[in-house]
C-alpha cells in the first residue's frame, strides 16, 4: 500500500493567515492526489483533484501543487469558515489510501 | 444533483454481519462507480471497496475476505456486507460516488452523510 503521511497534524491559526499543509507518499504517485476537507459531524468534500484542480464552487483561496510524492496545499488566505480537517488521498494505485489528516484550529 | 443517503443497523453485534444500503438520487446508478469508506471516531479515513458500472468490484486487501459491495441497479441503490465483525469495526460508514476517468485522477464525490455503525454485545 503506499503511505500518505501529513504534516503538521495540527495546525493553529488565525483569520487572513496563509496557511501550508504538506502531503508525502512513499512511492511517486505523479499527480494523483487529492485533497478533501472535513467539518465536525460532516462528510468530506473533495476541494483539489489531480493535485492542482481546483472544484467546481470551491473557493480561489485555496490551491494545490507538487508532483511525484511531496504535495500542498495553500490556503492563501484563511477564512471563519475553512477551520475544518484537511486529508489528501492518493488514487495511483489500489488500493485508495488517506492521510491522517490536518486539523486546522482557530488561534 | 446526485445526493446519496446511507442506511442500516446502527447497532451490530460481535462475529455479526454488517449490511448497509445507500440509496442513490438526483442521477441514475449505472454509468458510474460506487464506494464505501469508513471512518472510526476520532479517526482517520479507510477505504472499503468499490463496484464499477460493469459490476466488477475491488476491495482493500484489509478487509477483502469479510467484505461484498453489491448493486441493485432498479432501486438506484448499493450496499455493504461486512463479515465477522469486532469492535474496531465501529465506524462511520460513508457511501460516495466514485469518479473515474481514464488518463486522470479518480476521485471520491459526492459522499453520503454518514452512518455510525458500532459493534457491541
Known amino acids: 500500500d503506499i503511505q500518505m503521511t501529513q504534516s503538521p497534524s495540527s495546525l493553529s491559526a488565525s483569520v487572513g493567515d496563509r496557511v501550508t499543509i504538506a502531503c508525502r507518499t512513499s512511492?511517486?504517485?505523479?499527480?494523483?492526489l487529492n485533497w478533501y476537507q472535513q467539518k465536525p459531524g460532516k462528510a468530506p468534500m473533495l476541494l483539489v483533484s489531480?493535485?492542482?484542480s481546483l472544484q467546481s464552487g470551491v473557493p480561489s483561496r485555496f490551491s494545490g501543487s507538487g508532483f511525484g510524492t511531496d504535495f500542498t496545499l495553500i490556503i492563501s488566505s484563511l477564512h471563519p469558515e475553512d477551520f475544518a480537517t484537511y486529508y489528501c488521498?492518493?488514487?495511483?494505485?489500489?488500493?485508495?489510501?488517506f492521510g491522517q489528516g490536518t486539523k486546522l484550529e482557530i488561534k | 444533483q446526485v445526493q446519496l443517503q446511507e442506511s442500516g443497523p446502527g447497532l451490530v453485534k460481535p462475529s455479526e454481519t454488517l449490511s448497509l444500503s445507500c440509496t442513490v438520487s438526483?442521477?441514475?446508478?449505472?454509468?458510474?462507480?460506487w464506494t464505501w469508506i469508513r471512518q472510526p471516531p476520532a479517526g482517520g479515513l479507510e477505504w472499503i471497496g468499490y463496484?464499477?458500472?460493469?459490476?466488477?468490484?475491488n476491495y482493500n486487501p484489509s478487509l477483502k475476505s469479510r467484505v461484498t459491495v453489491s448493486v441493485d441497479r432498479s432501486k438506484n441503490q448499493f450496499f455493504l456486507k461486512l463479515t465477522s465483525v469486532t469492535a474496531a469495526d465501529t465506524a462511520f460508514y460513508y457511501c460516495a460516488r466514485l469518479v473515474v476517468v481514464a488518463g486522470e485522477c479518480d476521485w471520491f464525490g459526492p459522499w453520503g452523510q454518514g452512518t455510525l455503525v458500532t459493534v457491541s454485545s
Open positions: 488521498q492518493q488514487s495511483y494505485s489500489l488500493p485508495y489510501t
Open positions: 463496484i464499477s458500472n460493469s459490476g466488477s468490484t
Open positions: 512511492q511517486s504517485i505523479h499527480n494523483s
Open positions: 438526483g442521477g441514475s446508478i449505472s454509468p458510474y462507480y
Open positions: 489531480g493535485a492542482s
